[in-house]
């Protein structure tokens, strides 16, 4: 099992930057891809950005030259730097993480969301 537990969302103005921290605890060593995902209201939640466990990196286009993604093995956490904040980036921010186990396969595994609201 892999518990994760977001944090750092907040309301913020146009042009402005949040991080957003993901700590992941339980059986933190099988954990291959994580990610963020977002969901604003009335639309389906879609990919921000992943990572995997050597530090390869996807981005969608909507966020590429703006947010960074970066992981911490050490501390078992992942973050998400966002800059130059726009309205449309408002939405419930999901941290994500993949599990590989010998005996169940691919496990996923979702966090409980943080808001970040940008405001014109």
């Known amino acids: 099992q892999v518990q994760l537990v977001e944090s750092g969302g907040d309301l913020v103005q146009a042009g402005g930057s949040l991080r957003l921290s993901c700590a992941a605890s339980?059986?933190?060593?099988?954990?291959?891809?994580m990610g963020w995902y977002r969901q604003a209201p009335g639309k389906q939640r879609e990919l921000v950005a992943v990572?995997?466990?050597?530090?390869?990196?996807n981005y969608a286009d909507s966020v590429k030259g703006r947010f960074t993604i970066s992981r911490d093995n050490a501390k078992n956490t992942v973050y998400l730097q966002m800059n130059s904040l726009k309205p449309e980036d408002t939405a419930v921010y999901y941290c994500?993480?993949?599990?590989?186990?010998?005996?169940?396969?691919?496990?996923?595994?979702w966090g409980q969301g943080t808001q970040v609201t940008v405001s014109s």
């Open positions: 990572i995997s466990r050597i530090g390869s990196t």
């Open positions: 994500n993480a993949d599990q590989l186990t010998a005996v169940r396969g691919l496990l996923n595994y």
């Open positions: 339980g059986s933190v060593s099988s954990i291959s891809r």
